[in-house]
């Protein structure tokens, strides 16, 4: 009896908290939708029952019209939102022209597009006879990075092949990538992995310097962790690995993958530490807002060993994606908008401590953790942060996880104070569902 009326209780105090957005009340279609994909989709995603038809901004739209906030962005791909029109219009006017060519043809914007990229950087590593090398995705730079990586260790021995990464990583899921994504849910049904790719823990100085010898051709690092729980590099770790890096002659690869291109409020997030470049980033996700596209810049060093015929693409560095990318990067790299990046950062970050410190919810959330707008919400071992999301989704906004019990919030770098401000809202009423259901 007084578990039924308990029961009876949590049910009313759950829908007191406004849930706007039942999965249940989907559109009418769902079903007979979901029925049909599984029939030829490989189910590889754990996806919610939903269909989105179309976004404005920093909004998604359901097939039912419902309104989600999306502090997803696609996995920090749309940097500028959705349908931005600077970026429609991009898409459009190429569209019209020439889509693809492959790379037996030149044409006007990959060059462009790559001396845009080479002029953000610093010019100690990144100087005259740096290069560019477009690709499609980020698992296709990072397998680039170890290629060049493993031909530059071969100038100088044949026992030079060895890669170093770091615990919490992620580089990608094709097999030089995931060799170097120590997680065992991803490698395990795949082993044997490629050899020659050995571990350390992230911000472990002391092991990565052991660890980086004569033998090793590539160390590769995210200067801050998106998918391994949004970790920063300390100065001290990625100065070491540098400075261990030259004494050995290995190529220091920088995957700013996630983290790059104005995601931290600078446009590199390696800028955050300015005295200390790689040899060799690795970029793709917001690059050109959705278009799929990939890019390894190259220093003179690296860039000077490699030949015609040692890599290619068929479709990277397409007259559509790079024009789009072009567009992109010109908005994305202005000085306001990343300050923009920085300010908006700082409140979400600032809100959410606020947030629990003044509805003491500190017995659910352990840490705020962050750089710009890729924010880490950790919670405590117990609470499911599959539920959080799953709750928030109910209420109209959309957040992802990541490693080590983390609430990943990766929003649309246009995002504003006021949106901010109705994501917060939504997530005081879950985690006051998450607290009544601890009682």
Do not use: W
Not at 120 to 139: I, M, P
Not at 303 to 321: L, V, Y
């Amino acid at each position: 009896m007084l578990k039924n009326r308990s029961r009876f209780f949590l049910q009313r105090f759950h829908s007191s908290l406004s849930i706007s957005h039942p999965d249940s009340a989907a559109h009418p279609s769902t079903a007979s939708r979901v029925e049909f994909d599984s029939k030829y989709l490989l189910q590889l995603y754990g996806q919610p029952n939903l269909y989105f038809s179309h976004g404005s901004g920093c909004y998604l739209y359901d097939i039912s019209n419902r309104k989600y906030l999306d502090l997803s962005a696609g996995i920090a791909v749309t940097a500028l939102g959705h349908s931005h029109p600077a970026v429609t219009k991009a898409i459009t006017d190429q569209a019209g022209k020439l889509i693809h060519l492959s790379n037996l043809y030149k044409h006007e914007h990959a060059g462009e597009l790559a001396k845009m990229l080479i002029d953000g950087l610093d010019k100690t590593r990144f100087g005259e006879g740096t290069k560019v090398f477009f690709c499609n995705s980020g698992t296709e730079a990072n397998e680039a990075a170890f290629k060049f990586a493993k031909k530059f260790g071969n100038q100088t021995s044949e026992t030079k092949h060895g890669v170093l990464s770091f615990g919490n990583a992620f580089h990608g899921r094709t097999l030089g990538a995931l060799s170097a994504t120590p997680n065992a849910k991803y490698q395990n049904p795949f082993r044997p992995l490629l050899p020659g790719f050995i571990t350390c823990d992230f911000n472990d100085l002391e092991t990565t310097t052991r660890l980086i010898t004569e033998d090793t051709c590539g160390v590769i690092v995210e200067p801050v962790q998106g998918e391994g729980g949004i970790h920063v590099a300390t100065p001290e770790f990625l100065a070491g690995i540098r400075k261990r890096c030259d004494e050995v002659g290995a190529v220091l690869i920088f995957d700013e993958i996630q983290a790059g291109l104005g995601r931290t409020g600078k446009l590199f997030s390696h800028q955050h530490f300015p005295s200390i470049t790689p040899d060799i980033i690795t970029l793709a996700k917001p690059l050109a807002n959705g278009i799929p596209i990939g890019a390894v810049i190259l220093s003179p060093k690296i860039a000077s060993i490699i030949k015609p015929g040692d890599h290619g693409t068929t479709f990277g560095g397409s007259p559509f994606a790079t024009a789009v990318a072009k567009t992109v990067y010109s908005l994305i790299s202005r000085a306001s908008f990343l300050h923009h990046v920085t300010e908006t950062g700082e409140y979400l970050m600032e809100s959410l401590r606020k947030l629990i410190r003044e509805n003491h919810f500190g017995d659910i959330i352990t840490e705020i953790r962050g750089k710009g707008l890729i924010v880490g919400m950790q919670v405590k071992e117990g609470v499911d942060p599959n539920s959080f999301v799953h709750l928030a989704r109910e209420r109209g906004v959309l957040v992802i996880t990541a490693s080590g019990n983390t609430i990943r919030m990766v929003p649309p770098l246009i995002i504003s104070k006021e949106e901010v401000d109705e994501a917060v809202s939504v997530f005081k009423d879950v985690l006051k569902v998450i607290k009544s259901e601890q009682k």
